[in-house]
C-alpha cells in the first residue's frame, strides 16, 4: 500500500484568491496524478504532473487556471488560481509505483468557495 | 475518452450479497479495477483484475469479468453496514497513463 499525505484536508476561500494543494508520498512514485471530483460525481483527470517539466493537462484544463509543480518524485502541489463557486470541489492527488499497475490516492482536499 | 458505466444506486439488507456492475467499452484495457469511497475520504483500492482472468476472489469480495460482454461485476457476499460507500470501477489503458472512472455506485446497507 501506499502512504499519501494530501494538505490541506479541507479549506473554506473567498471568491478570487488561490489555494495551493501538497501531495507528498513516502517513496518516489513515476507517475502523479491530481482530480477533480466535482460533489455528487465521479473523477475527473485535471492533469499528470511531470517531475521537471510542464504538468500534461486534459481537455478543459489550463495551466494558467491550475498551475502544478513536480520538483521531485516524491512530491507535487497544485494551485486553483481566482476561484469562483465553481471550483467548490474535492481534489485527489494520486500515484502509481515503478512496477506497479496500481494507482494510489490521497485523502483529497475538501475545498468550498464563497 | 471511454466510457465506463454504472448503475447509481443499489441497497441491500445486511447479511445478504451484493452485485454491483459495470460496463466499458474499450477491449483493449488491461487491468479492471474496484475503489471504495466512503464519506470524507479518498479511493481505496478494493481489488483489481486482470483482463486475461475470468474471476479472481479475495475474501468477501468476487470479481467477475466478461471480456466478451465488457462487463465487469464486484459481489460482495455478507454485506455489512460497513460497507455502505460508493464503488468506482475503473479501467486502465496499455501503459497506466490512463485511467477511466466510472460515475459509481451508491451502495446502502440496511440493517
Known amino acids: 500500500s501506499a502512504v499519501i499525505s494530501q494538505k490541506p484536508s479541507r479549506d473554506i476561500c473567498q471568491r478570487g484568491t488561490s489555494l495551493t494543494i501538497q501531495c507528498q508520498v513516502d517513496s518516489q512514485v513515476t507517475m502523479m496524478f491530481w482530480y477533480r471530483q466535482q460533489p455528487g460525481q465521479s473523477l475527473t483527470l485535471i492533469a499528470t504532473?511531470?517531475?521537471?517539466?510542464?504538468?500534461?493537462?486534459e481537455s478543459g484544463f489550463v495551466i494558467d487556471k491550475f498551475p502544478i509543480s513536480r520538483p521531485n518524485l516524491t512530491f507535487s502541489t497544485l494551485t486553483v488560481s481566482n476561484m469562483s463557486p465553481e471550483d467548490s470541489s474535492i481534489y485527489l492527488c494520486?500515484?502509481?509505483?515503478?512496477?506497479?499497475?496500481?494507482?494510489?490516492f490521497g485523502a483529497g482536499t475538501r475545498l468550498s468557495v464563497l | 475518452g471511454e466510457d465506463v458505466e454504472q448503475s447509481l444506486f443499489l441497497s441491500v439488507r445486511e447479511g445478504d450479497s451484493s452485485v454491483i456492475n459495470c460496463t466499458y467499452t474499450d477491449s483493449s484495457s488491461t487491468y479492471l479495477y474496484w475503489y471504495k469511497q466512503e464519506p470524507g475520504a479518498g479511493l481505496q483500492l478494493l481489488t483489481y483484475i486482470f483482463s486475461n482472468m475470468d474471476m479472481k476472489q479475495d475474501q468477501r469480495l468476487t470479481v467477475l469479468l466478461n471480456k466478451k460482454d465488457k462487463h465487469l461485476s464486484l459481489r460482495i457476499a455478507d454485506t455489512q453496514t460497513g460497507d455502505s460507500a460508493i464503488y468506482f470501477c475503473a479501467e486502465s489503458m496499455r501503459n497506466f497513463n490512463k485511467f477511466y472512472f466510472g460515475s459509481g455506485t451508491k451502495l446502502n446497507v440496511k440493517p
Open positions: 494520486s500515484v502509481i509505483y515503478a512496477g506497479e499497475n496500481i494507482q494510489y
Open positions: 504532473a511531470n517531475q521537471g517539466s510542464e504538468a500534461t493537462y
